[in-house]
């Protein structure tokens, strides 16, 4: 019988080393949130380089302990990070990556399953929504300490977006991008406001009267910034390591924090059995409970559309059928 390991709350991981990993690494080592980060990758020498070049930085930063290391190195992690997976190239949706990186999580999530892992898996590989059910579906964790990075990038492009058109700080936009981390996903503006005023009202207050135009205009540049970013880098990792940053902070300080993750659904807004990102309470367990806000007809039934194509996307890839 495995023994099961005693959680270190000042331990995270981080599978895959690639662009992602790395970033969210650095991230994370200027946070002070943790005092041990093990880096996994199936290129061991990229972990240990990756390691070396971080720690270098220490001396201006708080004393951590970095190193590459295996599956029996993260077993007591406070967070298990998992980014490993195929990259998006330009022109790739996030659900073309679905066979590939399935079968990616079919070799991780075992490895940390069989050793009683106690702690909580933050899946950011992409499509992350299905892979969050993946994890899900092989880990047998409970639902609550499985959740994925969702739409909390997007809801911080979309309230970055919003706030450079109303000349405002983006700290004081509260809106949510809801659904699929992906083109199906939905901009909740029904009930998005700046410091609480509705925000078709505040837009009006800066001269700014063409809401249906403005509204759809956002909502597209928040959906296509990937893309933007793919076709001009290659790749996206800044954004994400921050929104990851913050995830962990709201685990490791029990913050309670409303945050978009990606998170199982149980008939809200009539969908059942499939993961994708709602507003939620997150804190040390995980998602403690999911946020039930207000959407308009049109936002419900964009979520309903939405969450029908993960689900058919996940039967598709036989993720339905998986088990752990």
Not at 133 to 148: C, F, M, Q, W
Not at 190 to 203: E, L, Q, W, Y
Not at 296 to 323: C, F, H
């Amino acid at each position: 019988m495995t023994k099961t390991p005693k959680v270190n709350n000042r331990k995270v991981a981080i599978i895959g080393c690639g662009f992602v990993g790395s970033a969210t690494a650095f991230a994370l080592m200027q946070s002070g949130l943790f005092s041990e980060m093990v880096l996994v990758d199936v290129n061991h020498q990229k972990a240990e380089g990756e390691a070396m070049d971080i720690s270098h930085g220490e001396a201006y930063a708080r004393p951590m302990n970095i190193y590459a290391g295996n599956y029996d190195d993260i077993a007591d992690a406070a967070i298990i990070i998992i980014t490993a997976g195929a990259n998006q190239k330009p022109g790739e949706t996030r659900l073309d990556l679905v066979q590939k990186n399935v079968g990616i999580f079919k070799t991780i999530i075992p490895e940390i399953a069989k050793r009683n892992y106690q702690g909580i898996l933050l899946i950011v590989a992409n499509p992350v929504d299905i892979l969050t059910y993946t994890a899900l579906k092989l880990s047998g964790l409970p639902e609550n300490r499985v959740i994925g990075s969702g739409t909390v990038l997007d809801t911080a492009r979309f309230r970055e977006i919003l706030g450079t058109h109303l000349g405002v700080d983006s700290r004081s936009v509260h809106a949510f991008i809801v659904g699929e981390h992906g083109d199906s996903e939905i901009a909740v503006w029904s009930t998005a406001n700046v410091a609480g005023v509705p925000i078709n009202k505040f837009c009006e207050l800066r001269g700014h009267y063409n809401h249906v135009q403005a509204m759809k205009k956002i909502a597209e540049d928040v959906k296509n910034a990937a893309y933007e970013i793919i076709e001009r880098k290659t790749a996206t990792y800044y954004g994400i390591a921050m929104a990851l940053k913050r995830i962990c902070e709201a685990i490791v300080r029990d913050e309670k924090s409303i945050l978009p993750v990606s998170n199982m659904m149980h008939g809200a807004y009539g969908i059942d059995d499939i993961t994708l990102s709602m507003p939620a309470v997150v804190g040390k367990n995980g998602v403690e409970v999911q946020m039930p806000i207000s959407l308009s007809i049109e936002e419900a039934t964009a979520l309903k559309k939405s969450a029908d194509i993960l689900k058919q996307t996940a039967q598709k890839a036989g993720v339905t059928d998986l088990k752990a």
